[in-house]
């Protein structure tokens, strides 16, 4: 071998070398980029145990399980004259301090009617009484069993409540996992809540947003007896305690109501109108059109600014009712006609 064959070999040697070492100290970064995060952890971990429930509430606003205690709490704890009951739409919708009498929200995001049944029964069980109850009453609120929150409510409402739901022990395990992580999160120690997300202690949950054209819902009135059933349930119960009763719709964007076929709305409206009577009014806004874009957080949520609105508007319709001569018409609309319009 000449000497010159001699370097060209030494010389690939070293490159192969080389590039041998170049790929190991290029493993080691990533080996250690990876494990880097999960010792700075470690640490972090009985401090994120400890305090980053709080971080995460005061980033994201009151968890779900947070937001059940606590309105409970206030329902147990006010005393009211008028309580309101329903999903979000009133829960976000609706603000007890525009009320002329004492009132309390005792809403919460997808209550449906079995949820209201169970906590009109939770107040009955502890002597807590009223004399107007105000129910929000959505065209889809009797389509579907919300499960979602049963690990939460369960604690209030006991096996009675659980027997209309399959068991789902590790789905409700896995909420809880979840919400964990989600804890741990160092972010939300940065992230301030500016006011954001937070629940009044009337029981009125606000929820900032802003609406678009596209948004979009699954909607349905299909009725499930089970629904039906404690819908008429709380009805007799409010009979049975001399409690007046408004069934409330409140307003819907146009885009929503378009996710209902046609007739649907005009099916269900003739179904709620059966349970008119002297002591149950229904109040119909669906479609008040006084309601734009503007004032929703989504497709189907009205922000703080329209709440007030609708909730001063909401107490002028009860007040003049409760008014009003006997022989008053018991169904109060808004709508630019009284017609449905689809």
Known sequence: MT??????????????????????????????????????????????????????????????????????RGAEDREYE??????????????????????????????????????????????ISFRYLAMGVDLFQFSYMSPDRNYVYSRYFGDAYLDDYEPRTWADAGLKVRKIVRSLNPKYMFMPNNGRTFLRDNG?????????????????????????????????DCRKHGVKVWLCMLPIRPEEQNAYRKG???????????????????????FDDSYVMSDYTDITHINEAAAERLSVQLNESIMSHLGSAADRSQIISRSTDNTTRR
């Open 204 to 236: 009125q949950f606000i929820k900032p947003g802003k609406a678009a054209p596209t948004d979009t819902a699954k909607r349905s009135t299909r009725r499930m007896p089970v629904q039906v059933g404690y819908f008429e349930k709380i009805l007799t």
């Open 3 to 72: 000497l010159d064959s001699a370097k060209n070999v030494a010389a690939e040697e070293s490159q192969v070398v080389s590039s041998t070492d170049t790929d190991l100290r290029r493993f080691r970064r990533r080996v250690l980029s990876f494990f880097f995060p999960c010792l700075l952890f470690i640490p972090w971990l009985p401090v994120g145990l400890i305090f980053g429930q709080q971080w995460l509430e005061r980033a994201k606003g009151p968890t779900n399980e947070t937001q059940i205690n606590q309105s409970f």
């Open 264 to 286: 649907e709305i005009d099916s269900f409206m003739e179904f709620i109108r059966e349970y008119v009577t002297d002591d149950v009014v229904l109040i119909d806004y669906t």
């Open 82 to 127: 008028l309580l309101l009951l329903g999903n979000s739409r009133v829960y976000r919708g609706l603000n007890p301090d525009r009320f002329s009498v004492s009132s309390y929200n005792f809403g919460c995001n997808d209550d449906t009617f079995n949820h209201m049944y169970f906590k009109l029964k939770w107040l009955r069980d502890r002597n």
